[in-house]
């Protein structure tokens, strides 16, 4: 990583990270502490749908600017012009994205944790559990999205290409995730979207949480474990895609 | 002198003809190297892979003896660059921008950047982003010279500077030369690289089809060319009569253009004092007309 890289970076990114992970704390904590929202109603009507959303814009538009929009503008040019290995410039960026979405999902959190305690006078452990462990999902989830973006943003030099396959893919994968939930004759489409993986009905079981069904009839007994199996893949996508991105960005031929 | 820049063999095939075919070319330590051609000849793809930005497809090009592909991050120390498109890191000013690059390249304070702003006339405390086409590309230039690199790969970085600014800009390189630096740089300028060069290569369509030392152009050749017109017909048909070196003729305008070597000049003279001449004008070698003469009479072999 390179410290002064780091600091532009984040200097440049800050600012739409902050609005999203203010609006998502704003968001959860004013359903908590107004509507005294349990764990497990915030999971259906909130964690089910909005912050998928909400990231996806932060990791679509942040991924392109990470590279692929510097190698187009021809800003990249000034890095590469001094003694910085692009290994290091494509590690450093990919430090940038995963730590600020690590750090958008314990803002967002911690802000429920707080909010619940003050909201409904105390919070158990099992609550607890759930809420680190759905944001951690929701975590995990982005750092696979993130990693298709920051793929596609390595290997092209037009921003449009970078954010038509790399926002073309996560946007394609959180509506068929989207179509399968409301819609149970679209189940199948849940094989080609990683979006699936980030299983709250596991996550909840797991927890001792009660299991909402969205559809309104009785939820099928979740198993409790399946989530973790799902982390790991979706910890492979994420740990492959910016492996792929990061090598392919120090091989391949830039028009700078 | 040691060869610092080492080009060989180098292809970069785009397909269709574009790209670079087979580029043989060194650069000695402390020499200004030229590179023109019309845009598309392939000057920006050959700095590029200086640069180690490009990929060779054949061949390969070296800096000091590294390997400018594999070795791109430590020859970066060595090289100062202006890229052929200027676009700017987010940061506010020229200031700010000068002082993110020398942070990169590890430099204590950029006072040689203040004096270079300055040299060009440079509000370098402006905003980046409403700097005209001219201040960015100062900017540009006193980035690539502020960390005081001993080899400058200038990719025509004189775009968009106005005539005085670009005195300053060949009187800036001359002086690195006579520092020691070893300059290679783009142009479409003849005349700029006319007055700073030391040798300059011809680009078409991806090949190399001359390289000139420049000495040779500038006003020492022994054959020089003479425009004379004169003032009647008569004459003018008598004139073409005599046993000289005929280039060009324009009838309409009573205009005849020789060659001759100054050890006939005399005879030249002698014939012209019998003829009435509007006037007589010697039309120097530039790099412009040679060139001109060398593309249009160069035909690419593909």
Known sequence: ?256 | MENIINIQNLTKDYGLGRGLFGVNLSVREGEVFGLVGINGAGKTTMIRHLMGFLHPTRGKCSIMGEDCWRNAEELKTFVGYVPGEIAFPDVKSGIDFFKLQAEYMGMNGISRAVDLAERFNLDATARLKRMSKGMKQKSAIVNAFMSDSDILLLDEATTGLDPLMQKVFTDLVREEKHRGKTVFMSSHMFDELESVCDRVAFLKEGHIIDIIELSKIRGDERVKEYKIEFVNDGDYLAFLGKPFNVKQRQEEYKQVTITIPDDDINELFRVLSAFEVKYITQKPQTLETYFLEKYNNTEVSQ
């Open chain 1, 1 to 256: 990583m390179n410290g002064t890289l780091m600091k532009q970076t984040i200097k440049n990114n800050i600012s739409l990270w902050a609005i999203l992970t203010i609006v998502q704390a704003f968001f959860i904590g004013a359903m908590v502490m107004g509507g005294k929202t349990p764990v497990s109603m915030t999971a259906m009507s909130y964690y089910a749908l909005l912050p998928g959303l909400i990231s996806a814009v932060y990791v679509i538009v942040t991924g392109n600017k990470l590279i692929a929009a510097q190698v187009d503008k021809g800003t990249m040019a000034y890095v590469l012009s001094t003694p910085i290995r692009r290994t290091k410039v494509a590690l450093t960026q990919a430090a940038y994205f995963v730590g600020s979405l690590f750090a958008m999902f314990a803002i967002a959190g911690c802000t429920h944790i707080i909010a619940h305690r003050l909201g409904a006078g105390g919070i158990s452990g099992d609550e607890v559990k759930a809420i680190l462990l759905i944001n951690a999902g929701l975590f995990m989830l982005n750092f696979a999205l993130s990693g298709i973006c920051y793929l596609a943003s390595s290997v092209f030099n037009l921003s449009k290409y970078a954010i038509a396959v790399g926002g073309g893919i996560v946007g394609a994968m959180h509506l068929m995730s989207l179509m399968a939930k409301f819609n149970s004759s679209f189940d199948w489409l849940k094989s080609f979207s990683v979006v699936t993986l980030f299983d709250i009905d596991s996550i909840l079981a797991f927890s001792n949480q009660q299991v909402l069904s969205m559809t309104g009839h009785a939820a099928d007994a979740p198993d409790g474990a399946a989530f973790i199996w799902k982390f790991c893949i979706l910890a492979a996508v994420g740990a492959v895609t910016y492996v792929a991105g990061s090598t392919l960005f120090a091989k391949r031929d830039l028009p700078l």
